[in-house]
């Protein structure tokens, strides 16, 4: 992690804007054309859902204002980001995991198995509050969804690490779309680059 150099930012002036707003997170809703990637996990044996994780955590590695963080007040860029996720235990609570960036996918799938195995064995609920290295994610299988809203606490989050849900995959078109939900702090990003992280996101299923 270093300092963030303000000054040599396009952004400073939204930056000191935004980051002192009662909500300064926004969001939108999307879907995403995985349509490859399933195809792809059925053939590799891969989960899908790891899979999912997988490139969504490499497309935000590769946007500098997703691995920016508020520290004590001021600006910070980490050298890279995991991702956590909630899953099911088998009595319908759920537990999460923090996901390592792995280097391929194979190795993202064998180690996320494994984990999601212990812990749902271990019945362990890890909050991670003390990371901020990180993207919170969660997935909502049940449910095809057009909009979300998280629960908050202000306190803990104003480093504005982002959070990113994924919903029931449906047929449309004959494609596979997937509902996809980001929330970011608007200090830290615009539009511009929750766009971008989408973009990366397609081309990396299209390049599987």
Same mark, same amino acid.
Not at 8 to 23: A, C, P, T, V
Not at 110 to 123: T, Y
Not at 173 to 192: R, Y
């Given at each position: 992690?270093?300092?963030?150099? $303000?000054?040599?930012? &396009? ?10 707003? /009662?909500?300064? @997170? @926004? ?8 349509? &490859? ?20 955590? #490499? ?8 691995? $920016? ?7 910070? =860029?980490? /050298? ?9 235990? /088998?009595?319908?609570? *759920?537990?999460?995991?923090? *996901? ?7 190795? *993202? ?10 812990? #749902?064995?271990?019945?362990? @609920? ?41 919903? #029931?995959?449906? =047929? ?7 509902? @996809?939900? +980001? ?14 992280? +989408?973009?990366?996101?397609?081309? #990396?299923?299209?390049?599987?």
């Amino acid at each position: 992690m270093k300092k963030f150099d $303000l000054d040599l930012w &396009n952004r400073k002036s939204q930056y000191e804007f935004f980051k002192n707003f /009662d909500d300064p @997170f @926004f969001g939108l809703t999307t879907t995403i054309d995985v349509t &490859n990637l399933y195809t792809y996990c059925k053939a590799n044996n891969l989960s899908f859902s790891l899979a999912v994780l997988f490139i969504s955590m #490499k497309a935000a590695n590769e946007i500098t204002e997703f691995k $920016l963080r508020i520290v004590n007040d001021e600006l910070y =860029e980490l /050298d890279s980001i995991e991702i956590g996720s909630t899953f099911l235990n /088998d009595d319908n609570s *759920f537990f999460f995991g923090l *996901f390592k960036n792995e280097a391929t996918i194979f190795d *993202f799938d064998k180690k996320g198995k494994e984990l999601i195995k212990q812990l #749902k064995e271990g019945k362990i @609920f890890e909050e991670h509050w003390n990371k901020i290295d990180l993207i919170f994610g969660s997935t909502v299988p049940w449910v095809s969804f057009t909009s979300i809203k998280h629960a908050r606490n202000y306190e803990r989050e104003k480093s504005g690490i982002p959070k990113f849900v994924f919903g #029931k995959r449906f =047929e449309q078109n004959d494609k596979l779309l997937l509902p @996809f939900s +980001i929330e970011v702090h608007h200090a830290l990003m615009d539009g511009f680059h929750v766009g971008q992280l +989408i973009e990366i996101i397609e081309q #990396k299923i299209i390049n599987l």
